[in-house]
């Protein structure tokens, strides 16, 4: 096991640029485009919201903590970039990398009420058979060439809380920002502590108009935002405050200030952030988009029609 992400088989094996990541989604839609034309899915990102709506609620009733269910997510993301969607069960994915993020989280689940809370939430798509869970494991552990550890942006985030002076609410909502990054591609293209710094510029920035809780675009508009986040990117460059000006003025703006000046001093990429930063809040546009029921239904469709569901 790496102790660190830079040596960690995730920076060296499931980190892409965004070709990489778009050649690999076309090579497995060009090995059975018929596959693709008879089930058309909605986009990749409202799969990502459907997906992740349904690990919350198995993990709501597991008790499994965030940290499991964003691994579990991420092992979900990776298991897609070898197989197409409609080949497999997704609901019997989801249950699996649950399954298995628990172990490797150190939270196990015993694969009986797994099964059983699987089932209870998806009864015309699950099978109780424990057997099938086991052997779906071992297929998710196959395609993802057994490289299970995750390094996640949470530790980042707490190591950072007071270089930054955050608030409850701040920490907070960078922590349901990170949550949702796992709905993006982010995870795959950018390093923890990259898009840990991204959501605490996104929680300072977001936070004076729209207070604590989850991040929306509503009231704010994307470009205003981005505007926002550009700023205090663009001023990474500039001096920082002097101390008795911080102290003087224990304000939201001055914490974007103290932040832009400690990148300023870093060697962190904030190319990296910018990118993040745009990604982020084009996914709060079209989660604002998502139709869940459409979503379910085409889902549906698929597994119906070739026999997933039994």
């Not at 090579?27 to 485009?33: G, H, I, N, T, Y």
């Not at 898009?195 to 704010?220: E, F, K, Q």
Request: hydrophobic share 40%; charged share 20%.
């Amino acid at each position: 096991m790496a102790a660190n992400y830079w040596e960690s088989t995730q920076r060296r094996y499931w980190q892409f640029t965004k070709i990489e990541l778009a050649e690999s989604r076309q090579k497995l839609e060009d090995e059975d485009r018929n596959l693709i034309q008879a089930y058309p899915l909605p986009q990749l990102r409202h799969l990502s919201i459907y997906f992740n709506q349904q690990i919350l609620r198995l993990g709501k009733r597991l008790q499994v903590r965030q940290q499991a269910m964003s691994t579990a997510q991420l092992y979900i993301r990776r298991f897609y970039l070898k197989v197409e969607i409609r080949r497999v069960n997704p609901y019997l994915i989801i249950a699996t990398a649950v399954y298995l993020a628990c172990k490797m989280e150190e939270c196990p689940q015993h694969i009986r009420l797994v099964v059983s809370e699987a089932r209870s939430l998806w009864p015309d798509f699950f099978n109780t058979d424990t057997s099938r869970l086991g052997e779906c494991e071992f297929f998710l552990i196959s395609e993802m060439n057994s490289q299970m550890i995750v390094h996640q942006p949470y530790r980042s985030l707490s190591a950072l809380q007071s270089t930054f002076s955050l608030a409850l609410e701040e920490s907070s909502l960078a922590w349901s920002i990170i949550n949702d990054h796992y709905m993006t591609d982010l995870p795959l293209l950018y390093a923890p502590h990259i898009v840990a710094l991204t959501a605490i510029l996104l929680a300072l920035v977001l936070r004076p108009a729209g207070g604590g809780g989850t991040p929306s675009t509503t009231g704010n508009s994307s470009a205003n935002i981005a505007a926002a986040a550009q700023t205090a990117l663009t001023s990474a460059g500039q001096p920082r405050p002097n101390m008795t000006t911080e102290k003087n003025n224990a304000s939201p703006r001055t914490k974007v200030q103290k932040f832009s000046g400690w990148l300023a001093e870093s060697n962190v990429d904030i190319e990296g952030i910018v990118d993040c930063t745009q990604e982020l809040i084009s996914f709060y546009d079209i989660q604002e988009q998502y139709n869940e029921k459409l979503t379910r239904e085409q889902i549906h469709r698929f597994l119906k029609a070739r026999g997933l569901d039994k």
